[in-house]
């Protein structure tokens, strides 16, 4: 799958990809309930992405958003437009609905933005058994290379667009490398969500008038610590995964959050940070898993 390239010395774009709300390639046009949308690949566009960086940035470090300059981290991104990609519905000059790209953190090292995620993610690492490597592979001293791997998409974004855009990302480190630009990783942190069903506060302040929510309410307590994943994807890297493990963000949503976040259930949502350290030997492999659990998103 090649994605549309900036540049006029590029190969003619491909013709767009057909996919329905679901990911799955529609194969009827009879069909009065399914919605087709293009869906196409882009370079990241530093005139006209950054808003739409910004956003979601915001939404994946969702509560802890504010402790990080994201409009310096999205211009940090966007300074590196041949690398990484954005899913985009309506050509090249739209938001992007989705984005994928990877950041040295050696070489940013000394970018303050850079600097107080690291501080952030190896504070964060410490409570993780698996992860507590991170502070050596991060440290001064180390001479390993990794790549912080920043990808966040809105909710109805198929997951069929997901593997290419992993897929042309190698491919793009590769040309780099060719070029004597440092993205050869010893390893790769990927940042990521997941989420826990809690009981709806706004059922619990109900329990007196309507007692049959009382029941339901204390049965959804007891799957509290479930796990559950916003992208199906992070259960195939796990497996791939040096170490992994979930933490709880620093800023602790208002009381109440959970139910704002609850879609057509009865159970409110809590979201919680992912991170995942992945060797970097180890990366095509699980690239190529996850390819085959989603499907590559091609025609």
């Known amino acids: 799958m090649a994605k549309r390239k900036a540049g006029g010395d590029m190969a003619p774009p491909p013709p767009k990809t057909k996919m329905d709300i679901d990911g799955e ?15 196409e690949w882009f370079d990241p566009q530093p005139a006209v992405d950054f808003h739409g960086f910004k956003t979601l940035l915001r939404q994946l470090f969702d509560a802890d958003n504010q402790l990080f300059d994201l409009s310096a981290l999205a211009d940090l991104i966007l300074s590196q437009p041949t690398l990484g990609s954005t899913v985009k519905c309506d050509g090249n000059e739209s938001d992007p609905y989705a984005f994928l790209t990877v950041l040295n953190l050696h070489q940013h090292r000394d970018v303050p933005v850079i600097k107080e995620l690291t501080r952030y993610l190896v504070e964060k690492a410490t409570s993780i058994d698996s992860m507590r ?37 190698q491919e793009e480190m590769q ?56 992208h199906p994807e992070d259960e195939v890297l796990q497996k ?52 085959e659990y989603l499907g590559t998103g091609e025609d």
């Open 175 to 230: 040309w780099a490398n060719d070029d004597g630009e440092p993205y050869q990783f010893t390893h790769y942190l990927v940042i990521s969500k997941t989420y826990r069903e809690v009981a709806s506060q706004l059922d619990m302040e109900v329990e007196e008038e309507r007692p049959q929510k009382k029941a339901k309410a204390k049965k959804g307590a007891a799957a509290v610590e479930e796990t559950f994943y916003f």
């Open 25 to 39: 390639d529609s194969g009827s046009d009879d069909d009065a309930s399914i919605l087709n949308v293009d869906f």
């Open 240 to 291: 791939h995964a040096l170490g992994f493990g979930g933490f709880d963000y620093t800023k602790q949503s208002e009381e109440g959050a959970s139910d704002s976040k609850r879609a057509f259930q009865e159970m409110g949502v809590k979201p919680q940070a992912l991170m995942m350290l992945i060797e970097g030997k180890k990366f095509e492999g699980a690239v190529k898993a996850l390819g």
């Open 133 to 169: 490597t991170l502070q050596g592979l991060l440290g001064s001293d180390s001479k390993s290379q990794v790549g912080l791997i920043l990808t966040e998409r809105f909710i109805n974004i198929p997951h069929a667009t997901i593997p290419p855009m992993y897929n042309m990302l």
